[in-house]
């Protein structure tokens, strides 16, 4: 696959009945829970869950987020969905993409980006990540595929 940088974490996703919208095409917010879904299972692989964060009193909460939605998905379509870590400032935020192939074509269907910043979950202040973060997600950091 085409894939926009290096060494992408995926999920297999495919359009169900329920996430089609009246134009018979996935509906725009199905998109957006199938990215919280891959960032969740990559933090995951990586070794920060959601207890680890209550643990720690720290999250990556995202402070924006943007989707190109580029063509449309139809019920039952095949999809991958990746996702990848690309930048950081090593203090409070982090930069997370996206990227959504039809199976069938090979065709890019969607681009997102988040952009996260560490908080504190007891005051929801921004605060420095800790270094579990710092060792889980920097590491994880990957670089644009060539040509890209």
């Known amino acids: 696959m085409a894939w ?12 169900q009945a329920d ?7 996935t ?24 207890d ?5 009193d720290r999250a990556m909460a995202i ?3 943007e989707y190109d939605y580029l063509l449309p998905t139809a019920l039952h379509d095949e ?3 990746a996702t990848w870590l690309v930048a950081s400032d090593g203090k409070l935020t982090l930069q997370r993409r996206f990227q959504v192939i039809r199976q069938r074509d090979q065709a890019t ?10 908080i ?8 420095r990540m800790p270094p579990e973060f710092c060792q889980a997600y920097l590491s994880a950091m990957v670089e644009p595929a060539c040509g890209r």
Request: aromatic share 10%; net charge positive; charged share 20%.
């Open 4 to 15: 926009d940088f290096a060494h992408p974490f995926t999920l297999q996703v495919m359009p």
């Open 19 to 25: 996430e089609i919208d009246g134009l018979n095409h």
């Open 27 to 50: 509906n725009n917010a199905v998109y957006v829970q199938w990215c919280e879904r891959v960032a969740w299972a990559h933090s995951g692989s990586l070794g920060l869950a959601l």
């Open 52 to 56: 680890d964060y209550r643990r720690l």
């Open 63 to 65: 402070r924006r987020g």
């Open 79 to 81: 999809l991958t969905i």
């Open 109 to 118: 269907v969607l681009r997102g980006v988040w952009l996260l910043v560490c």
């Open 120 to 127: 504190e979950l007891s005051s929801g202040r921004a605060r």
